[in-house]
């Protein structure tokens, strides 16, 4: 038996009609990008989730479905294979958030799975759009060159072996080096956030399952220097020394003989303000290898120093030998000193002395400063004696020569001025290392060893 619709039936049943119009013509056009998509299926096997936004651009949703449907078909294979087998209820999360900062478009793509065992399974992947140049980047592509990447990738190792001792976790040494080795597939996750660059390690790269996804966040102001000029924060670039360090005329040493007088262990409040008070005697300038351990006591003088002109380097935190310590402990060594020194005259050294001049070319890649060593040493530290200091400079002196001297040893500070005066004498200027390399024309590199800077 047919039944008529009343007036409001026939209301309804329009309403409906344009409802179900109007949300076909959505799904025909694709949903507004504010919205997303929840699909679910529950059934007598396995339970079934999956969320994502949906996306304007095609090539990003078409990435995204890729993966869905691999994701989705290899689950549900592994779930008709096991038909007959009694087990638990499998289960099935998908899940795709993005985010947005600058021109970049991040896509976080996650899956929990359980089809049986111990625990869920799970499966990581990301995309990574640029706006700007309309196509999809890595983490390389941020970064000035190969050899920038590199650096970062040793960064993300420190940052990893720091988060494991001060959580108390003990990871794993050479399972973190492997997971942060410079391999683009060891950095699939990523983002630049206000605080720096946050890599995310699923489970089983860097450290156990049980520890999760390990995160770090490499400050803006250590990856700074490695990132093309448009992906830097520059903000963190700000010196905190106002003053303006003083910056010599070197045309006036060109036809001179150059020594280059640097001091190690320092500084020393005292004995390095004694000499600072008495270069302009024998207009030098010289190079102060600080100790990190030293500095937090002695602020002043190190940026009397440093604005008189001096170069100022490192020479590690603790003095210890960096070819007995490992990996992590060599880095942290170096940057906890350039931190410190950066945060009292506002720039990064660029040079390093190592401790008993002893590094491998496996620590200068870790380093990545210019590493100087030396030519002449009068043993100052041993002896403590000013003539004596003063004699064994003056007997070895020559064009180019980089003397090792202590400023923490008033004798060593004494007899370095008494051989100044006589090497004045003799023809010679007292240089910093940096201006030493400009005036020889050298362009400092990471890889060489400096032990003197002789003319060619």
Request: proline share 2%.
């Amino acid at each position: 038996m047919k039944r008529r619709l009343n007036k409001k039936g026939k209301m309804l049943v329009y309403i409906l009609c344009l409802l179900f119009l109007t949300s076909s013509m959505l799904i025909a056009k694709g949903f507004n990008e504010k919205e997303e998509v929840h699909i679910l299926e529950s059934t007598d096997s396995y339970d079934l989730k999956i969320d994502y936004p949906n996306i304007e651009n095609k090539k990003i949703m078409k990435k995204i479905n890729e993966y869905i449907d691999k994701q989705k078909e290899e689950f549900l294979s592994i779930v008709k294979k096991s038909a007959e087998i009694e087990h638990p209820k499998y289960d099935f999360n998908l899940i795709v958030t993005k985010n947005v900062n600058d021109n970049i478009i991040y896509i976080k793509m996650l899956t929990y799975s359980y089809t049986g065992g111990a625990h869920y399974m799970r499966d990581d992947d990301s995309l990574y759009w640029n706006n700007e140049i309309k196509d999809f980047v890595d983490l390389k592509y941020f970064f000035k060159d190969e050899e920038s990447f590199k650096q970062m990738t040793n960064l993300a190792y420190y940052y990893t072996m720091k988060l494991s001792e001060d959580d108390n976790k003990k990871f794993d040494e050479l399972w973190v080096k492997r997971g942060t080795a410079p391999t683009i597939d060891n950095y699939r996750y990523f983002k630049f956030t206000d605080n720096g660059l946050e890599i995310m390690f699923p489970p089983y790269q860097v450290a156990s399952w049980a520890d999760g996804e390990i995160n770090i966040t490499i400050s803006y102001e250590d990856v700074n220097k490695y990132l093309k000029e448009q992906y830097r924060d520059t903000t963190k670039d700000e010196t905190v020394a106002k003053e303006v360090p003083n910056i010599r005329d070197l045309t006036q040493f060109k036809d001179k003989k150059l020594i280059a007088f640097t001091f190690d262990d320092g500084p020393s409040t005292s004995t390095t303000n004694y000499l600072l008070d008495n270069l302009d005697k024998y207009n030098a300038r010289v190079t102060f290898f600080v100790l990190g351990s030293r500095v937090e006591n002695n602020k002043e003088v190190l940026k009397k120093a440093y604005l008189q002109g001096n170069d100022i380097g490192s020479h590690t935190y603790n003095h210890r030998n960096l070819n007995l310590v490992s990996d992590s402990g060599l880095i942290d060594e170096v940057k906890k000193t350039n931190d410190k020194i950066k945060e009292i005259i506002g720039v990064n050294p660029i040079l390093l002395r190592p401790p008993y001049g002893n590094l491998t070319d496996h620590g200068k890649e870790l380093a990545n400063m210019h590493i100087i060593l030396w030519d002449i040493d009068p043993l100052d530290w041993k002896y403590k004696n000013k003539n004596r200091v003063a004699n064994a400079i003056i007997e070895h002196a020559h064009d180019g020569a980089i003397v090792l001297v202590h400023d923490i040893y008033q004798s060593s500070v004494e007899g370095t001025l008494m051989a100044m005066e006589e090497l004045e004498k003799q023809g010679y200027a007292f240089v910093t290392i940096t201006e030493m390399a400009q005036l020889r024309g050298i362009d400092l590199n990471y890889q060489d060893t400096y032990f003197n800077m002789k003319k060619n």
